[in-house]
């Protein structure tokens, strides 16, 4: 099977026709970009190698996609563990927000730590 290359003249050099294959349009949240910063701070060499082998969205949604339920498991589960119910939003919304909001740094705190910078 031959395969036939193009090239384009740039000044004295021609140079090949390059073209990345098509792939599927996936969203990428905030744990994934996160993690995306991350590699292209620390790890540079993971990430292009992903990204030239075409592997860093599918990678990054894998990421984002674990982070996301581990988020979600430890926030259900600190709330339990603090009693934090549906009565009491109920009688002292003020009191529960400040909880939830205490738990959801929490939990996301531990994402970033387990998932996101490693």
């Known amino acids: ?3 036939s290359i193009t090239y384009t003249q740039q000044g004295d050099y021609l140079l090949p026709d390059l073209q990345l294959p098509e792939h599927p349009k996936i969203t990428i949240g905030v744990f994934g970009q996160r993690h995306k910063r991350y590699l292209q701070e620390h790890h540079k060499l993971i990430y292009f190698n ?4 075409c592997k860093l969205a599918a990678y ?3 990421i984002d996609e674990q982070a996301n339920e ?3 498991l430890l ?3 600190l709330s339990e563990k603090e009693t934090i119910t549906e009565q009491l939003k109920a009688d002292n919304p003020v009191e529960w ?3 939830m909001n205490a738990i959801r ?3 996301a705190e531990i994402v970033n730590r387990e998932i996101v910078y490693t």
């Open 1 to 3: 099977m031959a395969t």
């Open 50 to 53: 992903l990204l030239t082998s």
């Open 60 to 62: 990054l949604a894998d």
């Open 70 to 72: 581990m988020y979600d």
């Open 75 to 77: 926030v259900r589960q």
């Open 97 to 99: 927000a400040r909880k």
């Open 105 to 107: 740094l929490t939990a």
